[in-house]
């Protein structure tokens, strides 16, 4: 693969990339998630060793089944990963998602979102090991894999079982339709300031750490002096030929457990629309910024380079949130901007962006933030849902069904190269943030804790800028989601995952 950035880029080797990483494992409806803490360092070094991890290379069809595992920092220190190689590893991997308070309140982890409270993270497992097969195939898959060897080495701390519907999250939104497409070619130009227009391609770099990214640079993450024994079955970094690349292959992943109010939900938004249904629909597809069908509010589709039917808009032509809120859940979560502000036109207009002379608050008084370039804090989402199905309907139910009250959500998960320009931004300025794009005290309409701000600003609003007069307001939102659990996992690399498994200690 040939880099069109500064930096030698290695060839994409997909049978050393976890499946996981390239695709969703859709076709697998069954999955369950398992959360490890090490019995015996030595017996799971083996397992790890020899553990059938599904890779993302494929001959003609998918697999029938997948294993995919990743560890945490704390994991691999109990490895016996030396610290030095530890150290090189990103500090909110290291430090952990629950490890801090103020990465805590960064990630609106307040609260009823309160670590504390949480069913698991603390302390944070060492190991996530995931499977995926048919529904009917899912026990017999766990039965082969959590073998005498495997429970020699490992001791279950929790199971996160998932629902098998796909393609719905729980509100009843479809979901799983936009997604960055990964420039796995390397065929997209990734200059700075040169994307003048949102695309949806994304360079591999951005998921796949010892890749091209779009600074058109290589993430940093650990790479191992020759010296260090194992070292040399490790591929060569491509920026630093010398040494073995530990993160080559590799990938940060996400997991949050965040359970959903789905009653709460409808029975907010019914009384928000006096009970009106097509009232009720709207401000829920106002929340979201796409109908529960997942048919967006930008109607108009735009020819986006990595775009495709449904998923093929911007905001630029919707700067005043008249077609899509501004504060919804995708316009949060995705901006859809270029490398300069939406709404600016001609050369010199462009150049004074550019160069940052020129703000968009320049066209628009009040607004003072620029939303920054989105295809720096891209996701790769990859969660699945838990617990029963409850329809809208029912949600609405006074009394509600024997289901009502029982857990469900999302088992979030998203990969990315960096976790603190990716994840913890997305979360922490789009979604959390009261400050977004003009708008005061509000968060994400779905995500948003509701919790004031440390200086005393709310964030219990959402307003809907509609057509005509005056935007309206909603205030006094309850909360409708719940962070229950959470973590940050390394996915390594089919040879770095094999170098770990050949440490001692
Ligand atoms: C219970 C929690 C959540 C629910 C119910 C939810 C729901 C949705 C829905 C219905 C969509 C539109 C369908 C799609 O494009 O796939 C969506 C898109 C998206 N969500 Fe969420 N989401 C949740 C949590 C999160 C979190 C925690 C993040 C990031 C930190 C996030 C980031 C995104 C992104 C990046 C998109 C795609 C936006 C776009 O490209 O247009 N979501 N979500």
């Not at 899912?138 to 020699?152: G, H, P």
């Amino acid at each position: 693969m040939t880099g069109t950035g500064e930096q030698p880029m290695a060839a994409v080797d997909f049978a050393d990339i976890q499946g996981l990483v390239r695709f969703g494992h859709g076709n697998l409806a069954g999955a369950e998630f398992l959360l490890l803490a090490i019995r015996d360092p030595s017996a799971a070094r083996q397992w790890l060793a020899a553990a059938p991890v599904t890779t993302a290379e494929w001959q003609d069809r998918p697999p029938a089944r997948a294993l995919q595992v990743a560890l945490s920092a704390e994991g691999l220190e109990e490895l016996g990963l030396e610290a030095d190689i530890l150290a090189q590893f990103e500090q909110p991997f290291l430090a952990g998602m629950a490890g801090e308070e103020s990465r805590s309140r960064r990630l609106g982890d307040t609260g009823p979102n309160d670590p504390h409270r949480w069913l698991w993270g603390r302390p944070v497992p060492h190991v996530l090991v995931m499977l995926y097969a048919a529904p009917d195939g899912l026990a017999d898959f766990r039965e082969e894999i959590l073998d005498d060897k495997f429970n020699q080495a490992f001791e279950v701390i929790r199971t996160l079982p998932t629902s098998t519907r796909l393609g719905r999250e729980p509100f009843g939104f479809a979901d799983g339709i936009s997604q960055p497409k990964i420039d796995w070619e390397g065929t997209f130009p990734t200059e700075l300031h040169s994307r003048l227009h949102y695309a949806n391609m994304l360079a591999p770099g951005e998921l796949v750490l010892g890749l091209g990214n779009e600074y058109g640079e290589v993430t940093p993450r650990p790479l191992i002096d020759p010296a260090v024994p194992g070292a040399s079955e490790l591929p060569r970094a491509a920026d630093d030929t010398g040494r073995g690349d530990l993160g080559l292959n590799g990938t940060y992943l996400v997991l949050r457990q965040l359970e959903q109010d789905v009653r709460g939900f409808w029975q907010y938004l019914d009384g928000a629309a006096a009970g009106v249904p097509e009232r009720r629909d709207a401000l829920a597809t106002a929340m979201v910024g796409r109908g529960v069908d997942g048919r967006p509010l930008i109607a108009e589709e735009q020819d986006i380079p990595g775009g495709r039917r449904g998923n093929s808009f911007t905001y630029d032509g919707d700067i005043d949130g008249h077609s899509c809120p501004i504060g919804a859940h995708i316009r949060r979560a995705n901006p859809r901007t270029g490398d300069h502000p939406p709404g600016v036109s001609g050369f010199w207009s462009w150049l004074l962006s550019t160069l940052g002379f020129r703000r968009r608050a320049d066209k628009l008084p009040g607004r003072h933030d620029l939303v920054a370039s989105t295809r720096f804090h891209r996701l790769v989402r990859r969660g699945r849902e838990f617990g029963p199905a409850l329809t809208p309907e029912e949600a609405l139910q006074p009394a509600g069904g024997p289901e009502a009250d029982k857990e469900r959500g999302i088992y979030f998960i998203c990969l990315c190269a960096n976790i603190v320009r990716q994840f913890e931004f997305v979360q922490n300025a789009w979604i959390a943030s009261p400050n977004f794009d003009g708008l005061t005290g509000e968060a994400d309409p779905l995500l948003g804790n509701r919790e004031p701000t440390g200086a005393g600003e709310a964030t219990d609003g959402f307003s809907i800028q509609g057509t005509v007069g005056v935007p309206e307001r909603l205030g006094g939102l309850p909360a409708f989601v719940t962070v229950r659990g959470g973590a940050y996992f390394f996915m390594p690399g089919i040879r770095a995952l094999r170098f770990i498994a050949s440490r001692q200690n």
